[in-house]
């Protein structure tokens, strides 16, 4: 890649500012956006990163922003609601014409991810602080590079099926929790020129985006989703001239 790859990593930072029974602060006292942004920094040292939050003048994703963003990172939770529509289409717009889309834990239910997805994204959880066994399904993947088969995050949310999502391309993790749910935690899907991949561990309750195998995930799936070499327009309809006769 010529150039520094470029990655703006979005978080609503609504828990962080209100009060939290968990003591969110004490794990990620710059956000979880400055956690996220952090693990990424130590895998892919020569990007450049910046971080934006809803409470940002357009929620820091204004057309310029995003069309020096190769990669996109979505973590939402408390406030999907309070996304505006026309950024919503803003992002979906630069999804298809190419710019990559990681989505997160609770992401899932955001209005960009629904929108891409086309269903619900509705699943099952419980929030206990379970142990979590993240398993690798497809270890050729670029996602899953350096990942140990399995790695084990001790404390989390437990999202469970049915998840209620349009079939992934590429399924690469597979979670099974304490309470013996499994759950498809890792899988991508293509639009248009974009790619997309939700991975779910990172709940705010726990410390979890400091875990080294999450960052090497998280990290993987920027390579993955990033394509900086394509003219960032979504594909459209036609009507070209003939190029041979017959």
Same mark, same amino acid.
């Given at each position: 890649?010529?150039?520094?790859?470029? +990655?703006? *990593?979005?978080?609503?930072? *609504?828990?962080?500012?209100?009060?939290?029974?968990?003591?969110? &602060?004490?794990?990620?006292?710059? %956000?979880?956006?400055?956690?996220? /942004?952090?693990?990424?920094?130590?895998?892919?040292?020569?990007?450049?990163?910046?971080?934006?939050?809803?409470?940002?003048?357009?929620?820091?994703?204004?057309?310029? +922003?995003? !069309?020096?963003?190769?990669?996109?990172? #979505? #973590?939402?939770?408390?406030?999907?609601?309070? *996304?505006?529509?026309?950024?919503?289409?803003? +992002?979906?717009?630069?999804?298809?014409?190419?710019?990559?889309?990681?989505?997160?834990?609770?992401?899932?239910?955001? $209005?960009?991810? $629904?929108?891409?997805?086309?269903?619900?994204?509705?699943?099952?959880?419980?929030?206990?602080?379970?142990?979590? @066994?993240? #398993?690798?399904?497809?270890?050729?993947?670029?996602?899953?590079?350096?990942?140990?088969?399995?790695?084990?995050?001790? &404390?989390?949310?437990?999202?469970?099926?049915?998840?209620?999502? !349009?079939?992934?391309?590429?399924?690469?993790?597979?979670?099974?929790?304490? %309470?013996?749910?499994?759950?498809?935690?890792? /899988?991508?899907?293509?639009?248009? $020129?974009?790619? @997309?991949?939700?991975?779910?561990? %990172?709940?705010?309750?726990?410390?979890?985006?400091?875990?080294?195998?999450?960052?090497? @995930?998280?990290?993987?799936?920027?390579?993955?989703?990033?394509?900086?070499?394509?003219? &960032?327009?979504?594909?459209?309809?036609?009507?070209?001239?003939?190029? #041979?006769?017959?």
């Amino acid at each position: 890649m010529s150039s520094p790859l470029r +990655v703006t *990593v979005w978080n609503e930072n *609504v828990h962080e500012t209100n009060d939290h029974p968990r003591g969110i &602060r004490g794990y990620y006292p710059d %956000g979880m956006h400055g956690a996220i /942004a952090a693990g990424l920094a130590e895998h892919l040292p020569d990007a450049r990163i910046r971080t934006a939050v809803l409470s940002d003048p357009e929620h820091g994703l204004t057309d310029d +922003v995003l !069309a020096d963003t190769d990669v996109l990172t #979505w #973590w939402g939770h408390a406030a999907h609601g309070d *996304v505006a529509d026309e950024v919503v289409d803003r +992002v979906q717009r630069h999804v298809l014409g190419g710019m990559g889309l990681l989505v997160l834990h609770s992401g899932h239910f955001s $209005k960009v991810f $629904k929108r891409l997805l086309g269903t619900t994204c509705s699943l099952a959880w419980r929030n206990d602080g379970e142990r979590e @066994v993240v #398993w690798t399904v497809d270890p050729a993947h670029p996602i899953a590079e350096g990942v140990p088969n399995p790695f084990v995050i001790e &404390r989390q949310e437990m999202y469970g099926e049915p998840f209620d999502v !349009a079939p992934p391309d590429e399924l690469v993790f597979v979670s099974w929790f304490a %309470g013996g749910e499994v759950f498809r935690s890792g /899988a991508t899907w293509r639009r248009g $020129k974009g790619r @997309v991949f939700y991975f779910s561990p %990172g709940d705010e309750s726990y410390p979890v985006y400091h875990h080294p195998d999450v960052r090497r @995930v998280l990290a993987n799936g920027v390579r993955w989703a990033a394509r900086p070499e394509l003219v &960032r327009e979504p594909l459209g309809v036609t009507n070209p001239a003939r190029r #041979w006769a017959g």
